[in-house]
């Protein structure tokens, strides 16, 4: 069954790493590989999800009195976006316990 036949492929050729990268330099210290990071508080990433979340459970409510009124929802969108609000409280309250629970362990913590 070999008939001698071998295909030959030509593969696109890589750049080679750069040993400027400090990513690839063990001797940089202190340089970051990936850009400027946006230092943001632990208060503004909470109040921000806080106001997403309520937005979503405020949703179903709006769109259900926007169906009843003009009829521009359809229902089936409605209960969609019913059921999005519920995962999202319950998300939101398995996170809420898990960061009180990650709370309680950093004050338990002897130094």
Do not use: C, W
């Amino acid at each position: 069954m070999n008939n001698g036949y071998i295909p030959k492929l030509s593969l696109p050729t890589r750049n080679p790493v750069s040993i400027s990268n400090p990513m690839f330099n063990p001797g940089t210290q202190g340089a970051n590989p990936f850009g400027s990071v946006n230092k943001t508080s632990f208060k503004d990433v909470m109040l921000d999800t806080v106001g997403k979340v309520n937005d979503t459970l405020a949703k179903p409510d709006t769109m259900m009195m926007e169906t009843i009124t003009n009829g521009t929802h359809d229902v089936h969108d409605v209960m969609l976006a019913g059921a999005k609000a519920e995962l999202t409280i319950t998300i939101a309250a398995q996170l809420t316990t898990k960061v009180v629970q990650a709370y309680d362990r950093i004050l338990q913590i002897q130094v």
